[in-house]
Each structure stands twice: as C-alpha cells, then as structure tokens.
C-alpha cells in the first residue's frame, strides 16, 4: 500500500512541479531577457482561469476554454506590456516591484468587480473525468495525468523554441546583449512584448489547466507566484532549465511532505502532536530547501555565479 | 519647503487630528489616528532597509506579524490563566504592555538575524523574492499551527495596559503610539548621521570601497535589517493591540506590500516619509473605500501614477529642491 501511495504522491508532485514550471519558466524569460521582476505575473494566471471559466460556461468545450485563457492571458500580457511594464525596464527593482504591485492591485479588484467575489467553477470535461488504471493496478485521474503530460510537451516545445529556433537564438542573444541585437537590426521592442506576451500565455494556460482542480477565484495566482519564486530562487535566475528542475524538486517536495511527514514524526511522537508539528513543518518544507540551497549555492543551482 | 518644516508639520497634523478628535468626541477618528501612528511606524522599520539600506524587502510582513502574534499569545494566555511554559520553568502570559513590546522586539529582531543572515547572501531581485518567500513561509506557518487560532487568529478581549494609562481611553491609547513614533523617529534620525548610518548609505552606495576601508557592507545591511525588523515587530504588536486581534493576514504578502507603499506614498529615504504615506493610505481607504467598494483599483492607479511620473512620493514633491538623504 505504502508504494502504491508513494507512487500516487510522486504522480502529484509531478503535476503540481510542471504548473509551477510552467508559471516559472515565463518569470525567468522575462527577467533573463528584460531584467524585470514581474509581481503581476500570478494576475495573468488569474486572468487565464478566469477566461477559461467564462468560456466554458458560455459555450461548454474545454478546448475553446483553453485556447481562450491562452489568448486572454497573452493579450493582457501584451497589453500591461505596452502600456506599463515597458517604462519600467530601465528602472530599478524597487519601481517594478511597486508598478507590479500596483498592476496586482488593479487586475485584482478589477476581476472582483467584473465577476464578483464568488469562485468560478471550471468542469474537467467528460472525455477526461475518471480515473485511469496505470501499470501495477494503481487508480489516477486520467485529468491529472493529461495535465502532467500537457506540462511536459510544452516544457519541451520551449526548450525547443528557445534551443532551436530563430526566435529563440534571439531572445538568448537579448539575454547575452541587448544593444548589439539591435544593432544587428532585430526590432527589440517588439521581441520584448513577444517575450512578454509568451510568458502571460503560458501562465493563463497553467491558471486553466488548475482552475479545473481548484476553485477559480480572484487572489489564485499569488501562492503560486511566490511558489514561483521559490522556483526561481532554487533552479537559478534566467535558467529555463534550472526552472524545470526547480519546480518538479518544489513539487514534489511540497508534495511529500504533506503527504508523509506527519506520518513520519508519528513514529516518535504521540499522534496528535506528529499531526500539528508534522504538518506544520511540511507546510514550511519548500522553504527550508530554498534556505539551504541560499546556503550552498546564493545564485541557485543552474544560475551564472 | 524644507523637509525638516514638512516633518513638524505632519506630525503636528497628526497630533492636532488626534486632539481635535477628542474634543469633538469623536473616537473613531481617534482610531484612524492611532492607525496612522501605527503603520507609520511599521513603515518607519522598513524604511532604514528600504531607505537607508538600499535594501527591497518584501517580507516585512514577516516581522510585523511576529509582533502581533507575540503580544496575541502572552495576551492569550494571560487572559484564559493558563501559564505559556512550564518546564523547566514557568512562563506565564502577561498583560503589560512593555513586557509584550519587548519580547515582540526581542523576538521580530531574532526573526529578521535568520531571515537577513540567508538573505543577504543574494542581492537585486534574488533578494526580493526570497524575502517574499521566507515572509510566506511564516504566513503557511500561522495557519497550519492550531495552538494559537491557525486560519481564525486570535481574540483578546481587554486591551493590554501600560502603568499609569488607561488604555482603553482612545486618546490615552493613540498618545502611546504616539509618543513611541515620535522617540523611534528621533533614533532613526540620529542612526542616519551617525558612523552607522553613514556607512550604511555607503554600503547601498558603493560597496567596493565601503569594503576597502574595512567595513563589511554584509555586516551593516544585517545589523539594519534587524533593526528594521525590531522596529516593524512593535509596530506589529501595537496594531494588534489596537484591533485585539491578531490573525495570519499579518504576515499575508499583501502586508508586506502595504508596508511597502507607506514608504513609497510618502517618499523613500525621507524620515516621515512613512508618516504621510500612511496618513494618505488611510484616508484614501476611508474616503475612496466609502465611494466604492472597490477602491484598491484607484489605489493601484495613484500607485502607478507615483511610480512612472512622480518619483520621490509626497514628501519629494513637497521638497523638490532638497534631495533625500543620501
């Protein structure tokens, strides 16, 4: 039973790592190639899910769903980036954090307006409710499984995009040197809100795709910004694979830890007191590993020292 | 204007407010007063980081938190007579208040040694995010630990006393948190012209030859921060104080913000910067929040106005042609 659970649990930590690599992975292009610290990154994820409840209630397909919270993320993404974001890559942190800040305030209170203070509710469709029965006899959720999948294709397709395509030696060499690309006569302010824009997108898809798990509700996207971050801060700045590995370690720490380390201060503590300390101490665990890797390595795993 | 004059002036503003208040008998506006001396001083903290440090700490919330949970907890258990530890020695709650902001002090600048001493290891937006981070961790870690309300929070009934104060009486109450701004002011206008301010702006400045002369800019951001964290852990302690509630929304990220923008409102680097921050704050929250219940869009578009257009905040404007102190 205990490896079959444990089994079931890796399968959770997984799907909860490639979402988080997914909110991640944009958070790092955009500072990697702008050197901006986007907080309002968790409210594209929120304007993702939001688009996509809206959408499915309106028409009832999934798949329209989706492809609407890619759109309204990357249009939102492009927006913010025209009107806002783009006067703060020559400022310092301090700017962006607070315009960002404010940016959350207004994507917030704006949502709360249009839609009210009450949870959306996004269905799993029926083609992918139920479990599935994997190798070995163990019961998943065949949605959770798709999400897992869903999640690595597109970790692929971006290393892909960023590795092998023209788009994406570009956005290395704005990365390495901005003025020079511009000098080479690639139009900089137009890659950026791609960049931007791509980010956004792949955000609102992460913000659909657990929407269908969770509740869709204003205030979703900053737990797991700061998730992000720790993402972040672990896997290295700038480092899209340092992203991928640190969101499936945060994911599957995360994971564990609720799942087992209760059970584990059992073994030498009485009962009720494993529970609370366990699950407190579970609920702290990702951040204890972000402290130790600041303690071994300040510039993350995969970050340039 | 001089920012000397403005500074006498906001906290005149604020004393007169607080007086008026009282002779109208008024007491709600004396607890907005009080508010305004409160999250100023939250603010007063994070300015020597944000200010004088150079430091963006995003987890401020952290601190103020460990403040109001440390004045909820000996209050807790002063109030149901249950004594906090007793092996190997008895610890009992108290009511008092300077027992309460000492060890909301004591134990907020315990708090900011850790979380500085890891921090500090990174720089620029590395900084930003982990201080969010550890600031977070201590959110999750209010509401998965029962003993103290978890996601509930905890209610004291009878507002903490100070010797020879009621502290029930409003105006007694706001002239407390007054006084305690005002004496926390003061210490940090001596530490910005003192050897350790100096240097501290020196760190933020240049840290290469702040190094050179045998200073550790390291050791300085940390000696700030902690001071900074002790400052904002009072603060932390008397809103709780003032609420007799402390909930994990205090060490919510949107604190952090909230912090965050006092000092920015009111202009960074100034030292009652944070004062008119959180005057504007709360009135904008009474006025604005009167108008429509969904006043934090305005407040987030003043927010974006003061970043892209008006840098400096309130106090810059005022005293555009005196430069903060740096």
Not at chain 1, 89 to 105: E, G, K, M, N, S
Request: net charge neutral; with cysteine; proline share 3%.
């Amino acid at each position: 039973m205990s490896s079959l659970l444990l089994f079931e649990q890796v399968l959770n930590g997984l799907q909860l790592g490639v979402m988080l690599f997914l909110m991640a992975a944009g958070l790092t292009l955009i500072f990697g190639v702008m050197g901006l610290i986007n907080l309002a990154h968790g409210s594209l994820y929120m304007v993702g899910a939001f688009a996509a409840a809206a959408v499915a209630g309106a028409t009832g397909s999934f798949l329209l769903a989706l492809a609407a919270s890619l759109a309204a993320a990357a249009a939102a993404g492009a927006v913010i980036e025209v009107g806002v974001i783009r006067r703060l890559y020559d400022r310092d942190h301090l700017d962006q954090v607070l315009a960002t800040f404010a940016l959350i305030l207004i994507f917030s209170e704006g949502t709360r307006w249009i839609f009210g203070s009450f949870p959306l509710f996004l269905d799993v469709p029926d083609y992918l409710s139920g479990p599935v029965t994997l190798p070995g006899g163990i019961q998943y959720p065949l949605y959770r499984l798709v999400i897992i999948l869903a999640g690595l294709v597109i970790a692929a397709g971006l290393f892909l995009l960023i590795g092998r395509t023209r788009i994406g030696i570009q956005i290395r060499a704005g990365e390495a040197d901005r003025e020079m690309i511009a000098a080479l006569g690639i139009d900089i302010t137009r890659l950026y809100t791609l960049v931007f824009a791509l980010g956004a997108a792949l955000a609102g898809l992460a913000g659909a795709l657990v929407g269908a798990i969770q509740s869709v509700q204003v205030g979703m996207g900053e737990p797991v910004l700061i998730l992000a971050f720790v993402v972040i801060v672990i896997g290295g700045i700038g480092s899209v694979k340092g992203a991928f590995i640190g969101a499936l370690l945060v994911g599957l720490t995360d994971t564990l830890g609720r799942s087992f380390l209760p059970g584990l201060f059992g073994l030498f503590m009485e009962p009720s007191a494993a529970t609370t300390v366990g699950s407190a101490l579970a609920s702290m665990a990702i951040y204890i590993l972000m402290a130790g890797v600041l303690l071994f390595r300040p510039k993350g795993l995969f970050g340039v020292a | 204007m001089r920012e000397r004059h403005i500074n006498a002036i906001l906290l005149a503003g604020l004393l007169a407010t607080a007086l008026a208040a009282w002779g109208l008998d008024q007491p709600f506006t004396i607890t907005l007063a009080t508010k305004v001396a409160i999250l100023a001083l939250a603010g007063v903290g994070l300015n020597i980081t944000l200010g004088l440090g150079g430091m963006i700490s995003l987890g401020h919330a952290a601190f103020f938190g460990i403040g109001g949970y440390a004045m909820g907890i000996l209050a807790s258990h002063a109030q149901n007579y249950t004594p906090l530890m007793e092996a190997p020695l008895l610890i009992e709650g108290t009511k008092s208040m300077p027992v309460i902001w000492l060890v909301a002090i004591v134990s907020s600048a315990l708090a900011a040694l850790v979380i500085g001493a890891l921090s500090l290891r990174t720089t620029g937006a590395y900084f930003i995010m982990v201080t969010l981070a550890f600031g977070q961790m201590l959110y999750y870690f209010a509401i998965s630990w029962p003993a103290y309300g978890g996601e509930d929070g905890l209610s004291i009934y009878v507002r903490n006393g100070f010797p020879g104060l009621n502290t029930l009486d409003p105006i007694q109450f706001f002239g407390l948190c007054f006084v305690l701004l005002c004496l926390v002011l003061l210490f940090v206008a001596r530490l910005g012209r003192a050897p350790f301010g100096l240097a501290l702006m020196a760190a933020r400045q240049v840290p290469a030859r702040v190094e050179a002369v045998g200073l550790s800019p390291y050791r300085l951001q940390l000696v700030a921060f902690v001071l900074s964290g002790a400052i904002t852990g009072l603060a932390g302690a008397l809103f709780a104080d003032l609420n007799r509630f402390v909930s994990p929304a205090m060490f919510s990220w949107q604190t952090s913000g909230e912090i965050m923008v006092f000092v920015i409102l009111g202009g960074v680097a100034r030292l009652c910067g944070p004062v008119a921050g959180a005057a504007l704050f709360i009135l904008l929250e009474h006025w604005l929040g009167a108008l429509s219940e969904f006043w934090h869009i305005y407040l987030g578009a003043l927010l974006l106005i003061v970043v892209l257009f008006a840098r400096g905040g309130l106090i810059g404007q005022i005293a555009k042609a005196e430069a903060a102190h740096d």
